[in-house]
């Protein structure tokens, strides 16, 4: 067996082996023989060139983010992207960037011109390649889509080892299989994606209910009404521990004057205004990260579901997962959250990227983060992902980064 020793850019240290066989799930480790770190695109190439030469199987890896293994891969080589962040040209309508650039230079580059992506996941230091390989969504999706439909251009290599440019365009059918393609249909070296103007204040009305079927009538009416900018939501413990509470999550981007929010007969118990700068708004999750590096929490297990529901079946399967649900099954105390807001699925486009075939459909993400004191917590936590999957899919829903 080839041990790669001496080849250059191949890190076969026992570090690196065991870096790679894991993600941010904690769940899945498969070990390679070896890691690559290309600082550039031609390095990348480079690398799938020579493990395509010796027949070593290859997978890429963005952050590392997927919670089931999807960026990992047995006796094979990794070829991590993390180094390969830099930004390229930029205009007013659009910015290119490396496959290992994260969403946050993204972001800084564009605003630093007064533009901004359309969609931004809510975590912003996930890599461009990693959420364009699975679709990449946010509070925005439900106006412009997942990440993947607001790509302008790709630089691929693809699977025949051809370098190609691709877009609408131009090779299209390789454009449709790399969005959302889970890197199994070639590897993405540098993505020119859309930008629009940048407003520089976000107002915020958070919404907050006991009762799930008002508030998810009312997420319904407020998406079909497409008056906000974001929408999104979500369902966390009761305070008073009666339960739970869901919050609605609706916001306006602005830059003089603050919108005005009509109130419409809405059926919230309590409701907090928020103004904030975009980026403050958008780089939320960053002091929640630094937070759960602290309590240790960002490095546990996460066994993570993430389900797209048919909007029919929406109400029953969430009622009866959330009634089935204990708070003590996702997780640690700030570890844990449910994700559920609506999309239209009729501004989702990218081919790759199944949905319910209705109107709206549900994200219902379930972000379970598993305590080491409990042994029987994990298995808990994964059966009951097992019974959304089955749930899901009985109703005619997909499962979000699984393959
Ligand atoms: C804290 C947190 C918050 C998140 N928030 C959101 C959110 O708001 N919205 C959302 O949609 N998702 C969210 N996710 C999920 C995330 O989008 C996916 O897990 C994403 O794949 C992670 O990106 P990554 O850079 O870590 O990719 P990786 O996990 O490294 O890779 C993911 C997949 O993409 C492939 N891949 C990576 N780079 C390339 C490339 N250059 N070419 C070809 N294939 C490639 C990999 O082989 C793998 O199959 C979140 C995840 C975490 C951990």
């Known amino acids: 067996m080839q041990t790669f020793e001496h080849t250059p850019h191949l890190h076969v240290d026992a570090d690196s082996r065991d870096g790679a066989a894991d993600d941010w799930g904690h769940l899945v480790h498969h070990r390679p023989r070896a890691v690559a770190r290309p600082s550039t695109v031609d390095e990348l190439v480079a690398v799938a060139e020579y493990a395509d030469a010796q027949r070593l199987p290859y997978v890429v890896r963005g952050q590392g983010h997927s919670p089931a293994g999807a960026s990992q891969i047995a006796d094979g080589l990794v070829i991590d992207t993390g180094a390969l962040r830099a930004v390229h040209d930029i205009d007013s309508d659009r910015i290119t960037v490396d496959a290992g650039a994260r969403w946050s230079d993204v972001l800084r580059a564009s605003l630093a011109q007064g533009r901004t992506p359309p969609v931004l996941t809510d975590y912003l230091e996930l890599s461009v390649g990693g959420t ?3 679709g990449g969504i946010g509070g925005a999706t439900h106006r412009h889509g997942l990440q993947t439909d607001n790509v ?23 454009f449709d299989a790399v969005r959302g393609g889970h890197g199994r249909h070639g590897v993405i070296l540098r993505a020119t994606l859309r930008l629009v103007p940048a407003p520089e204040r976000v107002s915020r009305r958070l919404l907050r209910y006991d009762d799930l079927a ?10 079909t009404g497409g008056e906000f900018d974001h929408l999104e939501g979500l369902a966390k413990p009761a305070e008073d521990g009666s339960g739970w509470e869901y919050v609605l999550d609706v916001a306006n981007y602005y830059t003089r004057t603050p919108p005005i929010f009509a109130d419409s007969g809405l059926r919230h118990r309590a409701e907090e205004f928020v103004d904030q700068e975009y980026f403050e708004f958008l780089a939320a999750m960053a002091p929640l990260e630094e937070l759960l590096r602290d309590t240790g929490a960002w490095y546990l297990p996460h066994p993570w579901l993430n389900a797209f529901l048919p909007d029919s079946a929406a109400d029953d399967v969430i009622a009866e997962t959330m009634r089935d649900l ?16 609506p999309l239209r699925t009729d501004v989702i486009r990218t081919p790759r990227r199944r949905l319910p075939e209705e109107p709206i459909a549900f994200l219902f993400a379930l972000l379970r983060t598993a305590p080491t004191d409990d042994p029987g917590a994990l298995r808990r ?3 009951g992902n097992d019974v959304l999957r089955r749930r899901t899919l009985d109703a005619g829903g997909f499962i979000y980064l699984e393959p």
């Open 132 to 134: 364009l390989s699975v």
């Open 152 to 174: 302008l251009e790709l630089q691929v290599r693809s699977p025949d080892g051809v370098v190609r440019s691709c877009s609408a365009a131009e090779d299209r059918e390789v």
């Open 214 to 223: 008002d508030f998810l009538a009312d997420q319904r009416r407020l998406m």
């Open 326 to 341: 204990d708070p003590a099954d996702l997780g640690a105390p700030d570890g844990g959250l449910v994700l559920l807001y």
């Open 381 to 383: 936590m994964l059966d």
